[in-house]
């Protein structure tokens, strides 16, 4: 049976970004929280490695801005690079008083604090190698008993609502329609503001180490809805996946690198001197990019990522969730290297908004993965991405309580309508898409680019959605659907934002146009359906 909510705020995603924005409000407002799956599903869960900040006296915000400028390839806001870093410390606390249980050092009681690519101090806050699970089940937890957060697990948004505001002659967001897919039924979800922390787009690609649940949701919904997108070509692929048949996409944490790893041939031979002066501890793209030219040079499946040179004792303490991982498939990270692999990991370009995460249709906020803030610029530096999760929702959620008050409840929307669409029968037909995309998209638009693979990728995805449109006009949604609905959509943004980058920077790097270009600028993507423009709403019925 179809429903009709109504609610203060309607967050659609339940990772640190969402749950972190929704205990921000729940004092002052009625929140709904819906989750695709269940609620310690996503991406936040499965994050290793740790929470950049500024918390040691060898420390400063100024070389944390400056570290984080480089590995951006000169495209990074520095701004909001410097919003972000001025805040880390705040933030920091505010998981801890939350219950976040850190790692501290045996020795006097002090946090520890790792050292990853790019940067160049310590300053990565973990909980032994499973901080985003440590950070996600204590928000969780929180949420819980908060009174006035309701969360709706396996509930998939489909599309946003908009409304015409006659007082601003804007479009506002007012909701979504939403698909409860434990029960087939889609229901209207109504509020004041919507926010969305739906996450990246890795799903986008072949090989990724995300969850199923990367398929890139509020972007797509979002760029529908009339909202600016921006430096989608740039998806970092994280060096180190775990190359093994059965393993799905478990992710090797570059901490592991950070405290010393090597990356080896199958010879045993170290190749990263010959790329970077930095070694190992380079930016992920020139890891990446070392690893697809020496397993393309050799022909080789993996290479190898090796730190069988610490004690088993350290190996034990630092790192027990790659170590038991590795050794459900037989290897033994104490005594042997592991087979690795690039993986897509994270969608650096997203939906634009401002510092309080405000995107260009009123009432609509993105934060988290889904945004794009100007922190990352061409490439994401290790362990800041947490960090912008947590600082974005807090400052969007200040916004949202000044305003709150304000705003005036939307007006009922219809509900959705599934009178002149039917049960699919040949579902395979989904399947069989999704795949397709994921294949080209790795083959022609991965870790290296050039103008003919792009072209091939455009042919090939304006065919697929043809026939994704299609199959949507004809039968009733489901998850699967949905989920290759948006996919379509956002690989087609990373193809064009790819398309008009006539450079190679950061994480876009392209066989035809290898230098870098004096002039940085953004590739910014405007929908035909501009949400910024002004609308004239007819008094005439």
Known sequence: MKKHYQYDVLVIGSGAAGLTLALSLAQQARVAVLSKNEINQGSTWFAQGGIAAVLDDQDSIDAHVADTLIAGAGLCHEDAVRFTVERSKDAIQWLIDQGVNFTKENSNGDYHLTKEGGHSHRRIIHSADATGQAVHSTLIDQVKQQPNIDIFEH???????????????????????????????????????????????????????????????????????????????????????????????????????????????????????????????????????????????????????????????????????????????????????????????????????????QTDLQHLYAIGETSFTGLHGANRMASNSLLECIVYAQSAAQHILAKLDKIQPPELSPQWDAS???????????SHNWDELRRFMWDYVGIVRTHKRLERATHRIKLLQKEIAEYYSNYKVSSDLIELRNLAIVAELIIRSAHERKESRGLHFSLDYPEKSSIARDTIVVPTNFAGQDVIVSKEV
């Open 155 to 357: 509930h998939v948004a489909v599309n946003l609502i908009s409304q015409a505001d006659a007082d601003s002659r804007k479009l506002r967001c007012t909701g979504a329609y939403v698909l409860d897919s434990n029960k087939d039924a889609v229901h209207v979800f109504q509020a004041k503001v919507v926010v969305l922390a739906t996450g990246g787009a890795s799903k986008v690609y072949l090989y990724s180490s995300n969850p199923d649940s990367a398929s890139g949701d509020g972007i797509a919904m979002a760029w529908r809805a009339g909202c600016r997108v921006a430096n989608m070509e740039f998806n970092q692929f994280h060096p180190t996946c775990l190359y093994h048949p059965r393993a799905k996409n478990f992710l090797i944490t570059e901490a592991l690198r950070g405290e010393g790893a090597y990356l080896r041939l199958p010879s045993g031979e170290r190749f990263m001197p010959r790329f970077d002066e930095r070694e190992e501890l380079a930016p992920r793209d020139i890891v990446a990019r070392a690893i697809d030219h020496e397993i393309k040079r050799l022909g080789c499946d993996c290479v190898y990522l090796d730190i069988s040179h610490k004690s088993e004792e350290f190996i034990s303490e630092h790192f027990p969730t790659v170590k038991a991982r590795c050794l459900e498939f037989g290897i033994d990270i104490t005594k042997e290297a592991i087979p690795v692999v690039p993986a897509a990991h994270y969608t650096c370009g997203g939906v634009v908004v401002d510092s309080n995460g």
């Open 420 to 430: 002149r669409v039917r049960d699919s029968d040949e579902d395979v037909v989904i």
